[in-house]
């Protein structure tokens, strides 16, 4: 086993620690330690396939996790856990740690219950299963977010602020996302019916009135509904999802740009191109020269 010095530190202060580990590894698994400091909670995102996590503080129990997955989980006293993958493939994951004293400071508990309840969720961790006990997905923001964090070349000060901010926005997609599962769950059923078609269905090429002949629905009624309840337009949601697909494609060298664009919607390239560049602020082909994935 790996210790946690021949990680790649790439940020530490007295309150935050961020590591990364992206190392071949020889043998028939990849397999490394972290540590979970005493009161500290831990984002670990998880950029490989098939990583079991053997957790000590469970009893040796093992979760297995998917790429593109994360957790936020809280340790009330020091511990220790172990990632690995098979097949020898390369193991690769984000780890940050933040004490509870920091977590404790932005939150504020005593300021109002909504505060209290967040800290308390957060202790419990409640941020780790999504939905049937299946650990939430990363979002296109959270990618970028990462990437971000790793290319910062600045030290000191600079850093600090600049690496703080950004695991503050992190942990309001996280509350974001869970929240959203809770207004699903008590959601009426048109909009969520709706939702899981567009869900189902967003590679191809559909609108509010294809949606209303194949459901049924009059599509005036898709729209507002749908907006009501999501903030969002259809076409907005659906734009976001093919997005969000094409940012977890792009980092596949083996698939060309053209191809990514008919997997995810597109019949012209140019339109996939334009759609990309104007929702990252950079063209596909020069995000995956910079993928880190």
Do not use: W
Request: aromatic share 10%.
């Amino acid at each position: 086993m790996k210790n946690e010095s021949a990680k790649k530190l790439l940020f530490g202060s007295e309150s935050i620690k961020i590591f990364m580990e992206k190392e071949p590894h020889t043998g028939i698994f990849s397999k490394c330690g972290i540590a979970e400091g005493r009161a500290s909670f831990n984002l670990l995102f998880f950029l490989s396939e098939n990583i079991l996590l053997k957790a000590e503080e469970h009893c040796g129990t093992e979760f297995l996790f998917e790429r593109n997955q994360y957790i936020l989980h809280y340790s009330d006293e020091e511990s220790t856990a172990e990632l690995r993958t098979k097949n020898g493939e390369i193991l690769k994951y984000i780890h940050i740690l933040i004490n509870y004293d920091y977590i404790f400071n932005l939150i504020h508990p005593e300021a109002n219950k909504e505060h209290a309840d967040i800290l308390e969720s957060m202790i419990s961790n409640r941020y780790i299963f999504l939905h049937n006990q299946t650990p939430p997905s990363m979002t296109v923001e959270m990618h970028i977010i990462l990437k971000e964090i790793i290319s910062y070349s600045k030290k000191g000060l600079l850093q600090k602020l600049f690496v703080e901010a950004k695991i503050i926005k992190l942990l309001l997609l996280v509350f974001e996302q869970f929240n959203e599962k809770n207004i699903v769950e008590e959601m009426p059923e048109t909009p969520l019916m709706i939702k899981r078609f567009i869900d189902e269905n967003y590679h191809r090429n559909i609108k509010a009135e294809d949606i209303g002949k194949l459901t049924g629905i009059n599509q005036n009624r898709i729209r507002k509904e749908f907006k009501a309840y999501y903030h969002q337009t259809v076409s907005g949601y659906m734009a976001e999802l093919r997005m969000l697909k094409a940012r977890k494609l792009i980092t596949n060298r083996e698939i060309m740009i053209k191809e990514i664009a008919i997997e995810c919607g597109y019949e012209y390239v140019q339109n996939f191109t334009r759609a990309f560049k104007k929702k990252f602020g950079i063209s596909p082909e020069k995000l995956r020269m910079g993928s880190f994935n």
